[in-house]
């Protein structure tokens, strides 16, 4: 009897290959379905590791619950889901003439073969761990699975010292979870910034902000050269520019997809390293698909080749896979490199090309930054939220968008994700009828205000410089005049150094204090004041003026707290009092 | 000089009015912009007065500010915008023909005439105040301009007995408002739903479970007759069905296009009341423009005429009627009928198409209710949000959802709305790249997992009905049997009377405790464990099997908590034991 079942081997039983058997179980419940997965654990929440360490929750099997709180291990889904699954059983070797994949079991040593007549390749990713002098060292370790966590929550107990390697999602989340165990945390990043597949270096600076802000020493543009240690265990890390103490070291670097049984078995391996697959989600030989971590997947708005590991993409391939093994025609469309993540009280989310991607592509972007309340500015608990929109200039298309802030950025990616999944344009954008009630929104949102000083210049009615642009200007050009269009209350409380104060209500009476021949540069603290001034400075004439875009929230350069300082040098104490 | 300006009228001076004018004034610097505002204050936010009366802020002068705290006044646009405002200015009567307004100072009685080249009417909304006895005394009052919220201030500072006329948004958030102050409410609504025009029965059901739950006395169906009074002040509301006493009413039956100026001048009006306008916002003159709560839209959805006035619609009509002022092609599409509105701990935001609209619209719906955690259910704070999506059968295109749960609901419906906006499909839904973190959202979002479980039903693939269908299945069979699938624990704590309890775990065990030929409709506390059921009971030759949507999260009716009654009858008793 069970000679004439379909047989279906997964290998890998974390989110790909799990939720491809539960969802085929449920389409055929007469197929014989075996996960095989070379762990311990199955099943588990791979994204929530961090969040363990900084103790936001107890019980490292919480990871691997139902939202019922039932542990999802063998034994549950051969009761619940009806399927069977083999932990600590890795695959060796895939027969693909004769469709048999040979397996071990780790405990015994035993191996065996298991016929199939459909294989599921779901076997993840691998950390980077280059080759470099003490990278064996104890101390020093990856974060991927439930036993990494449960070895870095040993060391972090004991940790005074962290020096954190790479500024990725994992380095990231792992900053703030070591800072909030009270340990002294070094990040080290080869890049001028993290983030750097993810966002514009203008938006990254905030990031920076925020690590620092919270007692993370960030070592920006410093290559890890070795690790050093004593009686076997890790003592501190050398970089060319310096040595730091560290008797924990977190190798977040970033991951590989784990594709050596599929080379192995002489399937197309992509561009990007990771299994080749079409949009059903098979490989070159048909009677093997791929899914998760392993697999790559296709940009939708660049059309090419990408590799983005994430657990929300591994869950919908696995639904695909399970649809095409049962005969039904799915396809997985692709990706738009969407993601969230939390960094200390700054949240972070992205989608679709960056303004760099876009230029590489040779996409002509038009940018925007704009910073607003997240819901009505009366409403209590109202955030900030600093949106940078990018376009295609001819066409008008949104391209993609980074937005951070205190404030709910997740909600205005996701509109910006079905957004830029279907086509929409800025203006499209800009007359949503988005939801609105003030402890939610305000009347504009933020994504249309956003929406629409992009369309303004597009339009050639906002002239306007970014933050990094105007970094950059004020270095090349030191007779540029930033002008604090905002109330004198609110420049005593934060400014940035060097700006001059004429609020806007007194501008059109103090024009003649204003050189017309230099670059005028208005801003205040979202941005429209410093639009509002902008207009009245041209209307008077005044030919070099553009804004700042998304004002002093913006703004991740220095900042000046506190009493005014006065000028230091004679010459600036006249020109005050002139 | 000022003969040669071209002259812009603007009637009204709260949301679309002022915007209009500010934007008028950044296109072009040389117009001539008057805005008349009959009431003492412009430019406030109505939407936020119910938190002023909860106390939520302490002046009602922050309704007017900007986010940077200024008082948005008559000064304020002058000096930083650049235009004229005139408050207590009432605009009588227009003459077309010789484009003159006749206005009429309210302090002095002073009247005088205003030449325009174009006109906007902005002229907003007006509460419904039926006639009938009682109507005019004193403590009965609607809410709709920061004088109404002043006065319902100074009442509910010494009420003990509220009650609220009509189940809409104002009615809701004022509900809340009275009772966060301490005050007994009463609310009084006609139909037998709140938020009749919004929300399919069974998604108000659960708005209706939590203002009862916050201790509002709701009155479904219930019309106001009369209210009486002694000494000229209100002490009770009669109804048919009773006598509730009151020494505050507030009437929010609803809101009615201010017109009378348009319709004196002859201007058309469309059929929903409000002033007809094309997609430029012009009028049936093409020198006057309609804006904001005055004017009707169009639904983007079944292409008909709808009034729905909000202060976000207000505002991107201000921008656009600026614009084709200034020579400027721009059109406003229309709208979904988005709304959002927060009732005690239940978040609700709708958008597009409700089921019921699409049956009468002959749209052949099919829906979906999905209840799921509103981020990785182990983050802390994680809070249900419960997603009811609406489709066409046969295009399988989205035509509405409703979202409601303590969760974030706004993030999901915003995201549904660039959805609809753009025409997308249920399976376009379901596979879009929706940015994934813990803190933010779970693996597989519930917008995808409401999809997901849509596609099965279109499918043929799940079998399912939602709560309010079980409800009526099981008054009209007696014999239909619910089945609890969740934990003995989660049994214990709450659950719906009659259902009887099989753990998913040992449903494969316990199959023959199960009548073959009775319906059988299995359940969880969300959904997902209710499918499996079914699918396991259909796999065991089971035939009348449908899953409860939503799970017991999603159930409107009566639930029990705490200790497990004893059956009542001796055959229950012995039922019990067999």
Known sequence: MQDNKRRIVIVGGVAAGMKAASRLRRLDPELEITVLERGRRV?????????YIEGLFEELDEVMQTPAGVLRDAEFFRKVKGFEVRPGTEALAVDRAAKRVRIRDLASGTESVLPYD?????????PILPPLPGIDLAGVHPLKSPEDA????????????????????????????????????TLLEMKDQVLASALDFGMAALVHRELRKNGVDLRLSEALQRIEGEAGKVTRVITAAGSYPADLVVMAIGVRPEVSLAREAGLEIGPTGAIAVNERLQTSDPAIFAAGDCAESTDLLSGKKVYVPLGSTANKHGRVVADNLCGREERFPGILGSLSVKVFDLNVARSGLSEEDARLLGRDPVTVL???????????????????????????RLLGAQVL??????????????ALTLGASVDQLATMDLAYAPPFASAMDPLIQAANVLRNKLDGIAASLDPLEVQQLRQQNRDALLLDVRS???????????????????LRARLAELPRDRQIIPFCKLSLRGYEAQLILQAAGFEKVRFMEGGILAWPFELETGPIREPATPEG??????
């Open 43 to 51: 099943s588990y929440g791979a994204c929530a590791l961090p969040y």
């Open 118 to 126: 459909a294989l599921v390749l779901a076997t993840g990713n691998r």
């Open 150 to 185: 449960e070895q870095l929550m040993e060391l972090a107990q004991q940790a005074r010292h962290a020096v954190i390697v790479g500024g990725g999602l994992i380095g990231l989340e792992m900053a703030e979870a070591l800072r909030k165990r009270g340990i002294a945390v």
């Open 370 to 396: 704009a910073s607003a309340p997240d819901r009505a500015h009366i409403y209590p608990g109202a955030k900030p939220v600093i949106i940078k929109l990018v376009a295609e200039r001819a066409s008008r």
């Open 405 to 418: 802030g205190s404030g709910a950025v997740d909600k205005r990616i996701d509109t910006l994700v079905a």
């Open 488 to 506: 004198p209350a609110e420049h005593a409380e934060i400014r940035i150094p060097g700006a001059t104060l004429i609020p806007l209500g007194a």
């Open 573 to 578: 104490a006249i020109e005050q009092v002139a």
